[in-house]
T-cell receptor
Framework: DSGVTQTPKHLITATGQRVTLRCSPR?????VYWYQQSLDQGLQFLIQ???????AKGNILERFSAQQFPDLHSELNLSSLELGDSALYFC?????????????FGPGTRLTVT | GESVGLHLPTLSVQEGDNSIINCAYS??????FIWYKQESGKGPQFIID?????DKRQGQRVTVLLNKTVKHLSLQIAATQPGDSAVYFC??????????????FGTGTRLKVLA
């Protein structure tokens, strides 16, 4: 158990809908990272927050957004969902905001768009 | 559990043998590298890391080798066990022009341990 929690574990929704994925980092970690993992691909970095502020941006679509709250939990919002958005979404946390740091991954949320 | 990377390269190793998993990274400026293990239905799990000022680092049953000349990283697992069966990812940490850092993950290699 990494100490990172994600909810829900599974999510099935229809195209055009909007969903919110939730992540609670390990106790003491200030950074949260979001990743997308499609069936035949590795992990694609989406976005990072550090202590409530956006720190780095990766391949995140404009239909997607995220935020980190004062209690450090984070939410990833996915809107106007398309079939291609079906994937595993992982959250990871680390102590530092940038530079070399081990990331601890949550169990993931499996999103299925039908 | 979930299947990750149905078409990943696969390495099959006999139980008790040593495994070597290779990774080519993309950016010569990357200064930190990590190997992750991902079992079916689970999130990636940290195995070992190495900084660019080193060329070898050893952990428990695992060794990471870094060859900066050819931008190559390898993970060696000694005395491979059935519990080592998983998908293994390398990741490089690089600083962007904006001063931010991000991780780039490789596509992964599936390790199958044969009894």
């Amino acid at each position: 158990d990494s100490g990172v929690t994600q909810t829900p574990k599974h999510l099935i929704t229809a195209t055009g809908q909007r969903v919110t994925l939730r992540c609670s980092p390990r106790s003491g970690d200030l950074s949260v990272y979001w990743y997308q993992q499609s069936l035949d691909q590795g992990l694609q970095f989406l976005i990072q927050y550090y202590n409530g502020e956006e720190r780095a941006k990766g391949n995140i679509l404009e239909r997607f957004s995220a935020q980190q709250f004062p209690d450090l939990h984070s939410e990833l919002n996915l809107s106007s969902l398309e079939l291609g958005d079906s994937a595993l979404y992982f959250c990871a946390s680390s102590q530092v905001g940038q530079g070399a740091s081990e990331q601890y991954f949550g169990p993931g949320t499996r999103l299925t768009v039908t | 559990g979930e299947s990750v990377g149905l078409h990943l390269p696969t390495l099959s190793v006999q139980e008790g043998d040593n495994s070597i998993i290779n990774c080519a990274y993309s950016n010569s400026a990357s200064d930190y590298f990590i190997w992750y293990k991902q079992e079916s239905g689970k999130g990636p799990q940290f195995i070992i890391d190495i900084r660019s000022n080193m060329d070898k680092r050893q952990g428990q049953r695992v060794t990471v080798l870094l060859n900066k000349t050819v931008k190559h990283l390898s993970l060696q697992i000694a005395a491979t066990q059935p519990g080592d069966s998983a998908v293994y990812f390398c990741a490089e940490n690089m600083e962007e022009a904006s001063g931010t850092y991000k991780y780039i993950f490789g596509t992964g290699t599936r390790l199958k341990v044969l009894a």
